[in-house]
């Protein structure tokens, strides 16, 4: 009588929620290999991650991309870092991260990482070393509770998807910087509303 009370007010809050439940049977060809499992720490296979307590809610990787060829970009947010892995080889690279990002979420596309900095207001365009290639500002109002999330389309247009399903295609900023600079000036944000203006 218990579980089947809990299994409706499970039901109940996942279709409240909008959710689609569908139960699955496991079966044999269900099963999947774990590619990678990574331990709490500041080495290259590790990563950082800040327990939860009653007042807190813990914190660990913000995001994972993976590339065609099969790589993992893991967005290692606590230690400023991406993490590549390279299942072929079983090898990780650590890509640093601009100094201060608050990064919480990572795409790829063409050879390039895109980060969403939600303390910068920016997402940053990265090569895979880490060097800046070009910044997309962005309007930090709009973040929320960093709500939302970092979509690239294969001719490089960046989307930045807020959660109340506003598509806002960021432009880039008007000059390209060099590794480790910052934007000498600022191109024209999109806002919710879709009007271009000045920061």
Known sequence: MVQQRIFGLALLVALASGLCFSPVVPTQADTADIVIQLAQGELPDQVGIRPSRPDFLGEGPQALAVSPAGEFFILDTLNNRIIRYQPAADQYTLIPLPEGTGAFDLAFQADHLYVLDGVQGVVWQLDLSGGVVNTY???????????????????????????NRQDIVLPPADETVAAGGTTASVAPVVSAAGERRSR
Do not use: C, I, Y
């Not at 979509?151 to 247009?157: F, H, I, K, S």
């Open 137 to 163: 500002p962005f309007d930090t109002r709009q973040v929320g509770a960093l709500s939302s999330h970092l979509a690239v389309t294969t001719d490089g247009q960046v989307h930045w998807l807020l959660l």
